[in-house]
T-cell receptor, first 114, second 117 residues
Framework: QKEVEQNSGPLSVPEGAIASLNCTYSDRVSQSFFWYRQYSGKSPELIMSIYSNGDKEDGRFTAQLNKASQYVSLLIRDSQPSDSATYLCAVAPNSGAGSYQLTFGKGTKLSVIP | SAVISQKPSRDICQRGTSLTIQCQVDSQVTMMFWYRQQPGQSLTLIATANQGSEATYESGFVIDKFPISRPNLTFSTLTVSNMSPEDSSIYLC??????????????FGPGTRLTVT
């Protein structure tokens, strides 16, 4: 059974600090990785996708992938109170039948303290 | 990314009844999906809505309970049939946009919050 694990939090960081969110996955064939942000009462919003080992940066967000360790992380630099939300990690295989289905973790709740 | 709308945004229904949720996209998309997010939980894929053919259901979900239609490349419906309080959840449609086969990004609609009494 495919599993995606995240620390449920809450993770509290002061404004301006770096928030580090972690995710591990069990299915070795997973090749596509995503981070979604979900504000309370809202639907998930895609903020990062990563397909290759290493780092991918987009503004204040950096996604890091290590397929050998089955680990993906999201760093948020210069955290703002508006970053307070639940962050969902999702994974998908890259080819074959069912390759578009996303498996989600339960999410990490981030709270940025002004 | 595409603009996705869902109707209704929320509803309160009595047990034993059925509710049909609509998902409309402002552009043609290759794939559409339906997810459920139960209170305090993450998202679980119900099915992939296939245009012109029967939906593909995930383990634990069946067509009799969650019939799905997808008559064209911009629209899909999910029906929650013979509802019980356990069906109280947020139901979300998502779409995969773009023509690149390797891209796996999905974008979500605003969701439908269903309460069954």
């Amino acid at each position: 059974q495919k599993e995606v694990e995240q620390n449920s939090g809450p993770l509290s960081v002061p404004e301006g600090a770096i928030a580090s969110l972690n995710c591990t996955y069990s299915d070795r064939v997973s090749q596509s990785f995503f981070w979604y942000r979900q504000y309370s009462g809202k639907s998930p919003e895609l903020i990062m996708s990563i397909y290759s080992n290493g780092d991918k940066e987009d503004g204040r967000f950096t996604a890091q992938l290590n397929k050998a360790s089955q680990y993906v992380s999201l760093l948020i630099r210069d955290s703002q109170p508006s970053d307070s939300a639940t962050y969902l990690c999702a994974v998908a295989p890259n080819s074959g039948a069912g390759s578009y289905q996303l498996t989600f973790g339960k999410g990490t709740k981030l709270s940025v303290i002004p | 990314s595409a603009v996705i709308s869902q109707k209704p945004s929320r509803d309160i229904c009595q047990r034993g009844t059925s509710l049909t949720i609509q998902c409309q996209v402002d552009s043609q998309v290759t794939m559409m999906f339906w997810y459920r997010q139960q209170p305090g939980q993450s998202l679980t894929l119900i099915a992939t809505a296939n245009q012109g053919s029967e939906a593909t259901y995930e383990s634990g979900f069946v067509i009799d309970k969650f019939p799905i239609s997808r008559p064209n490349l911009t629209f899909s419906t999910l029906t929650v049939s013979n509802m019980s309080p356990e069906d109280s959840s947020i139901y979300l449609c998502s779409v995969k946009t773009g023509t690149s086969g390797w891209a796996r990004e999905q974008y979500f609609g605003p969701g439908t919050r269903l309460t069954v009494t």
